[in-house]
Nanobody, 112 residues
Framework: QVQLVESGGGLVQAGGSLRLSCAAS????????MGWFRQAPGKEREFVAN????????NYADSVKGRFIISRDNAKNTVYLQMNSLNPEDTAVYYC?????WGQGTQVTVSS
């Protein structure tokens, strides 16, 4: 059974940082692009960032460029999202994604 399990969410003040992790099990994703999406209350799920299997190419939404960093450890089948300079607009449930699989999400709340 394939599972993606996110962790690292929480409550943080504006300007703070959080590091999200997504651990995959059930199969290896080392050859696949993995990414992060988020969904704020009342809004559609939106793309945040993704990273190719080698880590050689990353893509970011304009809203997080320069503040968030995506990385991966293929040996651990894990992808990370380092989030810096957080602001209240970053409040959302953050989801990990890989080849059609989704995690259950982790809540990130940024207070002003």
């Amino acid at each position: 059974q394939v599972q993606l399990v996110e962790s690292g969410g929480g409550l943080v003040q504006a300007g703070g940082s959080l590091r999200l992790s997504c651990a995959a099990s059930g199969r290896t994703f080392r050859w696949n692009t993995m990414g992060w999406f988020r969904q704020a209350p009342g809004k559609e799920r939106e793309f945040v960032a993704n990273i190719t299997w080698s880590g050689g190419r990353t893509n970011y939404a304009d809203s997080v460029k320069g503040r968030f960093i995506i990385s991966r450890d293929n040996a651990k089948n894990t992808v990370y999202l380092q989030m810096n300079s957080l602001n209240p607009e970053d409040t959302a449930v953050y989801y990990c994604n890989a080849v059609g699989y989704w995690g259950q999400g982790t809540q990130v709340t940024v207070s002003s």
